[in-house]
């Protein structure tokens, strides 16, 4: 048996925001996931082109979702407050509306919808079963890395740099947490320049912690805006933005589960609470993320160079408003992980 699982599609309208369940953003790693178990008691796993993928009637039978339906090339699956949603061919699922990109594209086979094994296992059973994830996760610290510093400005908009934003808000961040009863450590708290290496090496010198790494985004193109959220790439897949799979395991690698379990808190999080422009949960092997030994993330929060987004991003009250939706996540972060 494999703890493995998927979902898929682009309707936003699935789940209207009006809906009270719109714990797909508030409680997607959290609430929603604490009731559900699996009711089959085996994976099917189909063999195809080398790479092993399980059906979408498997998916729906294992997960004991209440509706199960095929509509074309669309897939959609729905539990009490979940409704996750492929499409064959495409590279990214939802899952309460909140877009997930795969490793592997979704393919057809005899009419079935098929997901690779990878993605079930290291996305989709984490996101949907989170208290389910084999290593107990007990954290009373968050590490919070502000992205860049002193010569490394990072983004630049038309309003103001990457590396004074991240900053501000980490430190908005650590004091939000700090009130909810969390002990912090900031990799930086001033205008200083810390190596990705110096960065991965406090993170792990801590006990009993999360890592999440703070930053905003840049594009040639001044219309590209939205949120992305970032956990490490699993061992032998590409990253979201292209490149070679990697065959080799990285120390982060050990918490691949965690690690995309946090990412969906966050980002559902914010998404939901901010209105955001979604631009998914991704996977990368930044040097930031690929030596840390506990949960981890990197969050971009917006595009800088946008002319409107860069100009949210300068008002405090924004990134105020980031700062205590990722608290509140990794609140219901902790509370996930923690129910067996």
């Not at 703890?3 to 898929?8: D, G, K, N, R, V």
């Not at 007990?138 to 510093?149: L, N, P, S």
């Not at 065959?247 to 969906?264: C, F, K, M, Q, Y």
């Amino acid at each position: 048996m494999r703890s493995l699982a998927p979902q898929h599609r682009s309707r936003r309208n699935l789940f209207p925001s009006s809906h009270p369940a719109l714990c797909a953003a508030l409680a997607l790693a959290a609430c929603l996931c604490s009731t559900f178990s699996a009711s089959g008691k085996d994976w099917n796993v189909v063999s195809l082109g080398g790479r092993e993928y399980v059906t979408d009637e498997n998916v729906a039978k294992f997960y004991g979702f209440q509706r199960f339906a095929k509509e074309g090339s669309d897939r959609i699956f729905k539990h009490t407050h979940l409704i996750m949603t492929w499409k064959v061919g495409s590279q990214s699922i939802y899952v309460n509306n909140i877009k997930f990109n795969l490793s592997f594209p979704v393919v057809d086979s005899g009419g079935k919808a098929m997901l690779s094994t990878v993605d079930l296992a290291k996305l989709v059973d984490p996101v949907v079963r989170p208290s389910y994830i084999k290593k107990p996760i007990h954290f009373d610290t968050v590490v919070i890395d502000a992205g860049h510093g002193a010569h490394d400005s990072g983004a630049v908009g038309p309003f103001g740099r990457e590396k004074d934003y991240s900053l501000d808000m980490a430190l908005r961040l650590e004091k939000n947490l700090q009130a909810k009863g969390f002990k912090t450590l900031l990799t930086r708290r001033q205008d200083v320049f810390l190596t990705l290496s110096q960065r991965v090496a406090i993170a792990n010198g801590q006990r009993n912690a999360i890592f999440i790494s703070l930053h905003f985004n840049s594009s040639g193109s001044r219309d590209a805006n939205g949120i992305e959220t970032y956990a490490l790439a699993p061992q032998g897949t590409r990253s979201t933005n292209g490149g070679s799979p990697w065959s080799s395991p990285l120390s982060g690698n050990v918490r691949d589960a965690e690690n995309i379990a946090l990412a969906t808190a966050v980002h559902a999080h914010v998404i939901h609470e901010l209105r955001s422009v979604d631009r998914g949960i991704k996977r990368a092997r930044f040097n930031v993320l690929r030596g840390i030994n506990k949960p981890a993330i990197l969050f971009e929060g917006g595009f800088v160079t946008n002319q409107t987004e860069g100009k949210q991003i300068d008002d405090p009250a924004h990134r105020q408003r980031i700062a205590d939706s990722i608290a509140a996540a990794v609140v219901k972060f902790r509370t996930a992980v923690a129910k067996k």
